[in-house]
């Protein structure tokens, strides 16, 4: 329990515990249980879609789950607009994992970058502000270099999943790099607008609010204490100063809808956050889907039905297409490198700073350009040290990989080479980009730019075709495609959706162990 904290929310949240009180009777003392105890190991299957998808805002609209000026705005937006808010939302999701990480380290003297080593090897390799001269600097109206306080404006979150909750459907964003689960809850002080009602825990037959003894809960975390109405209640902040404060509850979580219209119980009394006051984070979703490896996150609170795994399979954000999420092993499984379906797995890191132990860490070792290890990279450069800094962090909202500076320059440069060899000259500057090409409509395909090969700890290797490699940011006016990864001035890298995408990505944290596998995505 935090002690001292000033909530924002106090007053209100004192008048809403009588609400609750009123609505779902007494805070409960014991969870609620299913009537069955759960099969030991079972799977659940989800629909995946990304924000962006034709497809999905087109469900969206004959779902009735866009106002009348939502769907205005999608349709004044063309291909450039909706790739400057993409990009906009990644500079802002890599600067709230940065300012995670300054918390995590403030006062302990580690924050302090080694500014000379990193203009050493900035300009050891070519990078930095200063390209050389064949490298065209370009602007095509995408302006990401201006900071982004609050997820607002465009809104936060890539990939959405529809979860039935209590009684009804409601679409939620999910976020591997989060723990708590939150919806938007009646009745709301101060709420973004939502596509669709919000949750109302007066329709709910399941739902009860938690009392403020540990044993219910209350205490797993320091984001929750006490209100004086004898209810738990909590206040997540999120990098980007946006937050969500309410009441801490449980309900059932279902697959295909809630209540009598779901097909099957995931799991019941779920710990979750009643948001009654949510500002600058999402725009349209009805909340959250923590994903982390926190024990208030889904995948921890389901882990006993689904033996600790659980999978994604990412799908490309400018195709009609269906991506999928799986709660429960995949089959076949097997504790080698490889198994049986061609999957491959890598050990699963954890930070040892309680703040970012949420996060999924991974070793990469190595990285290939066509079929040619590069020469300069260090996997030390990539180490989660003993102190918790450094590390490469698999994220699903982060769209471009970051690496850090002497990690990213050989392989950027041994990129570059590569594709001079395929007939691609004078790569240009666009955005958070440094290496990007604008080729003939013939060949400007994807398929016509060098695959890479991530070699990770455990023998694990990631094939990652050329439509994970570039990032085709241009128009039927004006191709521009371009290396989807990019330097950061910080010590910790990250493995963006971009690379993910089209993988099968296997999260076992009972192995502690992460697997790969290609061409996974439903269409």
């Known amino acids: 329990m935090m002690v001292g904290l000033s909530w924002k929310v106090s007053i209100d949240t004192l008048l809403l515990s009588l609400w609750m009180v009123g609505v779902a009777g007494a805070p409960d003392q014991q969870p609620v249980l299913s009537d069955a105890p759960p099969p030991s190991t079972v799977a659940f299957n989800l629909p995946l879609y990304h924000r962006d998808d034709p497809s999905f805002l087109m469900r969206k609209q004959m779902a009735g789950m866009l106002t009348v000026g939502q769907q205005a705005e999608r349709a004044r937006k063309n291909r450039r607009e909706v790739i400057a808010k993409r990009l906009r939302r990644d500079v802002a999701r890599v600067e709230s994992i940065q300012r995670r990480m300054i918390r995590a380290f403030m006062g302990r003297g580690e924050f302090k970058e080694d500014e000379e080593a990193e203009k050493q090897a900035t300009a050891a390799n070519g990078g930095g502000g200063n390209s050389p001269a064949w490298v065209v600097d370009m602007d095509i109206g995408a302006n990401v270099s201006e900071p982004v306080s609050t997820g607002m404006i465009d809104g936060s979150g890539e990939f959405f999943t529809t979860m039935g909750v209590g009684y009804d459907e409601f679409l939620l964003a999910i976020d591997t790099g989060s723990d708590l689960i939150w919806l938007q809850c009646l009745p709301c002080f101060s709420c973004y607008q939502q596509s669709g009602p919000m949750f109302n825990p007066a329709a709910s037959p399941t739902f009860r609010p938690v009392g403020c003894a540990a044993s219910e809960g209350c205490s797993e975390t320091d984001i929750m204490t006490c209100s004086g109405g004898g209810l738990c209640i909590y206040q997540q902040s999120y990098g980007d100063g946006s937050f969500t404060a309410g009441t801490v509850a449980r309900d059932n979580f279902y697959v295909g809808g809630g209540g ?43 882990a006993s039905r689904t033996g600790g795994v659980f999978s994604y399979c990412l799908p490309s954000w400018n195709a009609a297409s269906m991506g999928s999420l799986t709660f429960g092993p995949p089959t076949p499984s097997s504790s080698s490198a490889a198994d049986g379906a061609g999957r491959v797995y890598s050990p699963l890191l954890t930070n040892p700073q309680r703040d970012l132990a949420t996060f999924y860490y991974v070793q990469l070792v190595g990285v290939s350009v066509d079929g040619q290890p590069v020469a300069g990279v260090r996997a030390t450069d990539l ?55 604008s080729p003939p409509p013939a060949i400007a395909l994807p398929a016509n730019f060098p695959s890479l090969q991530l070699q990770f700890e455990g023998m694990a290797s990631m094939t990652l075709p050329p439509e994970n490699v570039m990032f085709d940011v241009g128009d039927e006016n004006f191709p521009l495609l371009c290396f989807a990864f990019a330097p950061t001035s910080t010590d910790f890298s990250i493995l963006g959706n971009i690379q993910q995408q089209g993988f099968l990505m296997t999260f076992d944290t009972q192995a502690s162990r992460l697997g790969f596998q290609s061409n996974q995505c439903s269409t």
Not at 263 to 282: K, R, T, W
Not at 384 to 394: K, Q, T
Not at 413 to 432: K, M, T
């Open 260 to 302: 009598q219209r779901a097909s099957s119980m995931i799991q019941a009394s779920v710990l979750m956050g009643c948001g009654h006051d949510n500002e600058g984070l999402f725009v349209g979703e009805a909340g959250l889907l923590g994903l982390g490896r926190g024990t208030l996150s889904f995948a921890s609170q389901v």
């Open 383 to 437: 180490a989660l040290r003993p102190s918790g800094r450094g590390g490469l962090i698999v994220d699903s909202g982060t769209t471009v990989s970051r690496l850090v500076t002497a990690f990213y320059y050989p392989l950027r440069n041994a990129f570059r080479e590569a594709s001079r060899r395929r007939g691609h000259l004078l790569p240009r500057v666009y955005s958070v980009f440094d290496t990007c090409y």
